[in-house]
C-alpha cells in the first residue's frame, strides 16, 4: 500500500459522534504507554498526526484518520492506566466496548503488545475478550528494536498458548518499530489487502442485486 494522504477526521466519545460508516475502518488500541501514537506516525508517515505524550492515558476519544480516502484508521484511549477517578474509568471502557461492539464498519482490531516484557495481565485478559466477542483482531508486537530475540520469542509464545488452549488458529501476528520502521510494510500490506477484500465484496453484492433491484422487491 502506498500512503497517498492520511488526514484527521474526527474524535468522538460514542457512536452518535462517529463519521458515517462509509469506509472500511482498523482500530488501534492497547496498553497506555505501548506506542500507538507513534506507530501510528510511522505508518502514515506523518509525524505529528497522532499526538505522542509523556503520560499515558493522553488518548481519551475516539480518534479518526481517513486514509487515502478510502479507510479510517481509529486510534482508540489505551487501556490499563489508572484513572483517578472511577467514573471516568468506567466511561472509557463503556466507550471502547460500545465501539468495538457496535460499529458495523469495523473491519478488524489491532492490539498492540510491548515486544519487551512478558505477557500482561491486561493485554492477555483483553484478547480473551475479543475472542469471546467474536471480534477479528491481530496483534502487534511494539518496540523490537529494543527488545531481545528469545524475549520477543517468549513473549510471542504467550499468547500462541492461549490460542493452542482454545483449539483456535492464530491471529495475524505482526512486529514493529516506529523508530526503524520495522514491520510497516507488513502491517500496510496487510491491511490494504483486507481493504480490497471488503471492497469486493461491496461490489458482489451490489451485482448480485442488479439495476432497479430495490423496486422489484417493494
Given at each position: 500500500?502506498?500512503?497517498?494522504?492520511?488526514?484527521?477526521?474526527t474524535?468522538?466519545?460514542?457512536?452518535?459522534?462517529?463519521?458515517?460508516?462509509?469506509?472500511?475502518?482498523?482500530?488501534?488500541?492497547?496498553?497506555?504507554?505501548?506506542?500507538?501514537?507513534?506507530?501510528?506516525?510511522?505508518?502514515?508517515?506523518?509525524?505529528g498526526?497522532?499526538?505522542v505524550?509523556?503520560?499515558?492515558?493522553?488518548?481519551?476519544?475516539?480518534?479518526?484518520?481517513?486514509?487515502?480516502?478510502?479507510?479510517?484508521?481509529?486510534?482508540?484511549?489505551?487501556?490499563?492506566?489508572?484513572?483517578?477517578?472511577?467514573?471516568?474509568?468506567?466511561?472509557?471502557?463503556?466507550?471502547?466496548?460500545?465501539?468495538?461492539?457496535?460499529?458495523?464498519?469495523l473491519?478488524?482490531?489491532?492490539?498492540?503488545?510491548?515486544?519487551?516484557?512478558?505477557?500482561?495481565?491486561?493485554?492477555?485478559?483483553?484478547?480473551?475478550?475479543?475472542?469471546?466477542?467474536?471480534?477479528?483482531?491481530?496483534?502487534?508486537?511494539?518496540?523490537?528494536?529494543?527488545?531481545?530475540?528469545?524475549?520477543?520469542?517468549?513473549?510471542?509464545?504467550?499468547?500462541?498458548?492461549?490460542?493452542?488452549?482454545?483449539?483456535?488458529?492464530?491471529?495475524?501476528?505482526?512486529?514493529?518499530?516506529?523508530?526503524?520502521g520495522?514491520?510497516?510494510?507488513?502491517?500496510?500490506?496487510?491491511?490494504?489487502?483486507?481493504?480490497?477484500?471488503?471492497?469486493s465484496?461491496?461490489?458482489?453484492?451490489?451485482?448480485?442485486?442488479?439495476?432497479?433491484?430495490?423496486?422489484?422487491?417493494?
Amino acid at each position: 500500500m502506498q500512503l497517498r494522504s492520511a488526514q484527521f477526521v474526527t474524535s468522538a466519545t460514542d457512536l452518535d459522534g462517529c463519521p458515517d460508516p462509509m469506509v472500511p475502518e482498523f482500530a488501534f488500541i492497547g496498553r497506555s504507554n505501548v506506542g500507538k501514537s507513534s506507530l501510528i506516525n510511522r505508518l502514515t508517515g506523518q509525524s505529528g498526526l497522532a499526538k505522542v505524550s509523556a503520560t499515558p492515558g493522553h488518548t481519551k476519544t475516539l480518534n479518526f484518520y481517513l486514509i487515502n480516502k478510502d479507510w479510517h484508521l481509529v486510534d482508540l484511549p489505551g487501556y490499563g492506566f489508572a484513572q483517578k477517578n472511577l467514573a471516568d474509568r468506567e466511561r472509557f471502557e463503556a466507550m471502547i466496548i460500545e465501539y468495538l461492539e457496535q460499529r458495523e464498519s469495523l473491519i478488524r482490531v489491532f492490539v498492540l503488545i510491548d515486544s519487551r516484557l512478558p505477557m500482561q495481565k491486561l493485554d492477555r485478559d483483553f484478547v480473551r475478550w475479543l475472542i469471546g466477542a467474536d471480534i477479528d483482531f491481530a496483534l502487534v508486537f511494539t518496540k523490537v528494536d529494543k527488545t531481545k530475540p528469545p524475549v520477543l520469542r517468549a513473549t510471542r509464545g504467550e499468547f500462541e498458548a492461549i490460542f493452542r488452549e482454545l483449539g483456535l488458529s492464530e491471529p495475524p501476528m505482526f512486529e514493529t518499530s516506529s523508530e526503524t520502521g520495522a514491520g510497516k510494510t507488513e502491517l500496510l500490506r496487510f491491511i490494504a489487502a483486507e481493504v480490497a477484500s471488503v471492497v469486493s465484496e461491496d461490489e458482489d453484492d451490489a451485482n448480485e442485486k442488479g439495476p432497479g433491484s430495490e423496486d422489484a422487491t417493494a
